[in-house]
């Protein structure tokens, strides 16, 4: 399995990103994925998540703002991010979990700041 996350940086707040992850080695279709963020000296907690069908779920403090969805032909699932706060300031990871197993990426920093 292997998840590679792209489209961090730094933006201003109100600003917006795209984050993506491109998945492999395991039939992308079948697995529900998720968007976590960690910030410094803080847990991982769950940002977005995305079903097999595309049924999503958010974080109270992410929805209205952000959107989660997957494109199945090109194994990938990204997240729009928009109106980001300093608050957002993370590494964003993608997952998702094989077999009791839970795989992350390597993480993409993103920065919200003047």
């Known amino acids: 399995v292997q998840l590679v996350e792209s489209g961090g940086g730094l933006v201003q707040p109100g600003g917006s990103l795209l984050l993506s992850c491109a998945a492999s080695?395991?039939?992308?279709?079948?697995?529900?994925m998720t968007w976590y963020r960690q910030a410094p000296g803080k847990q991982r907690t769950l940002v977005a998540g995305?079903?097999?069908?595309?049924?999503?779920t958010y974080a109270d403090s992410v929805k209205g703002r952000f959107t989660i969805s997957r494109d199945n032909a090109k194994n990938t699932v990204s997240l729009q991010m928009n109106s980001l706060k300093p608050e957002d300031t993370a590494v964003y990871y993608c997952?998702?979990?094989?077999?009791?197993?839970?795989?992350w990426g390597q993480g993409t920093q993103v920065t919200v700041s003047l």
């Open positions: 080695g395991f039939t992308f279709n079948n697995y529900p």
């Open positions: 997952g998702t979990e094989l077999f009791l197993t839970s795989y």
């Open positions: 995305i079903s097999v069908s595309g049924s999503t």
